[in-house]
């Protein structure tokens, strides 16, 4: 009964409430994505860069029908350092910012819903957010196909959802490899990463008509200009697995570098101009003792 859909709890994530009048117009001008977009009804995924342009942070973000707050879910290992920021810009902004230890986030993918029994028929659409039982079901923002986010208490639960199976994370990472969405930990370097050559304006990180944010022009430049010089590409593994950070080569240029992987498929950041050379020429590439195919 429950085979195609299966949960898995998400550990490494935490919840940061932005409590005050301020809120929406304190965070409009520094992350990536609108924020005005963010109802009850819609929640985003968006970034945080630097003056330059550079990846710092990424976050989803979702307002909450049970306290009304706007919470921001966050990776759990740099909190601390989100928070710090987030301080640093907070000026006389009338906003205070909570940890709220009390909501547990589980991922939920497959490919029926229904167990839950949610409105989904006619609003299965990156973002779209539903509040059931006291808890916030969220399609994911990036891609629909990642599955679902849910935001619960465990005090109230959703009909059917304790009986999903456990999943393993092994079945997301896959599922994320094969879309080509970046998971930043592993896939992004903080502070020397930029958004266009990792895809995050396909996954919906990216407003490009709400105004000025942090990183900005240079953003903007990139995608107008055509000029990233890199880009992620998921690519297919022929023989032994290879560690993520591993320099891509060809005929002893470096033409890439390898990020995470999964079940023989794997993310890397690969030349531009070399990409349209493998397309062109059928190019074949040896790392160590495997071989990579560009899907």
Known sequence: MYKNIKKIKLDDRIIIELIGTDVKSFLQPLITNNIDLVSFQKSIYAALLSPQGKYIFDFFIFEN??????????????????????????????????????????????SDYSILELDFKKNNIEGYTQEVSNNIIVVDPRNKNLGLRIYTNLTTSIEGFNEIPDGEQSDIDYNRIKLTVPNPA???????????????ELINAIDFNKGCYIGQENTARQKYRGNAKKKLFSIKIIGKSISNGAKISYNERVIGTMRSSCKGLGLATIRTDFYNEYRKNKLKIKVLNSEIEIL
Do not use: M, Q
């Open 186 to 200: 592993l896939d992004l370097e903080v502070e020397k990463s930029f958004l266009i050559e990792n895809n995050f």
């Open 65 to 110: 029908p049970i306290n009304g707050h706007l919470s921001i879910d966050c990776a759990k290992n740099r909190c601390a350092e989100l928070l710090v920021k987030l301080n640093i810009y907070k000026l006389r902004n009338k906003i205070n910012f909570n940890i709220n230890n009390n909501i547990t986030i589980f991922s939920v993918y497959g």
